[in-house]
C-alpha cells in the first residue's frame, strides 16, 4: 500500500479508535458544536460510517446523519477526523468523497452537508449554500454550510430547519 489510505466500513472494533479521535481532532468543546446537537436528536447512519487505514492502521473516520431540509431528505457529514500523524495524506477528502458518493448512490437522499472550510470541501464538489438559509439548531457561521448533490442548484434553493429524515 506504500501509506496511501484505504476507506472500509466501521465496525463495532472502531468505536474506541473513533472517540479517541474524536476527542483528539475536536477536544471537549466538541460536545457543544452545533453539529453534535444534530447528532443528538437525530441518529447517525451506522451502515455510512467509514474509517480510513494506512497500511492496517486506523487514521480516519468520518459518520453521516440522515436529516430533511425544506421537505428533501439528505445527509449531514459529520464529524470528519484524521488522526494528526497522518494528515496531509489523503485520507479526510478520501473519506468525504467516498462516504458521499454512497449516501448518494442510495437514492434516498438528494443531498450532502456540512459545515466546513470552502478551501478544503469545495474543490472536492461542494458549494456555498445560500447564507441563513438552513436553520441548524444553534448557531453556525453561514459561510461555512456547504452542500453536495447531483444537482448544484440545491445549493442556492435548500431552505429551512433541519428535521428528521423522512421515512417512505
Known amino acids: 500500500m506504500n501509506g496511501v489510505p484505504v476507506v472500509r466500513p466501521a465496525n463495532a472494533g472502531d468505536d474506541a479508535f473513533i472517540e479517541e479521535l474524536q476527542a483528539i481532532a475536536f477536544g471537549p468543546g466538541r460536545f457543544a458544536r452545533t453539529a453534535f446537537r444534530v447528532r443528538e436528536r437525530f441518529p447517525i447512519d451506522p451502515s455510512l460510517s467509514l474509517v480510513a487505514e494506512v497500511d492496517g492502521v486506523p487514521c480516519g473516520s468520518v459518520w453521516m446523519t440522515p436529516i430533511s ?68 439548531p444553534g448557531p453556525v457561521d453561514p459561510a461555512r454550510v456547504l452542500l453536495a448533490a447531483a444537482d448544484p442548484s440545491l445549493a442556492a434553493a435548500l431552505a429551512g430547519p433541519i428535521a428528521a429524515f423522512k421515512q417512505g
Do not use: M, S
Open 69 to 136: 431540509v425544506g421537505g428533501i431528505n439528505g445527509y449531514l457529514l459529520g464529524p470528519l477526523a484524521t488522526h494528526p500523524n497522518f494528515r496531509k495524506r489523503g485520507a479526510g477528502k478520501l473519506l468525504a468523497r467516498e462516504v458521499t458518493r454512497l449516501a448518494l448512490e442510495r437514492g434516498e437522499g438528494k443531498f450532502v452537508l456540512l459545515v466546513g472550510d470552502r478551501d478544503y470541501y469545495c474543490p472536492l464538489g461542494w458549494e456555498p449554500t445560500t447564507p441563513g438559509a438552513v436553520q441548524f
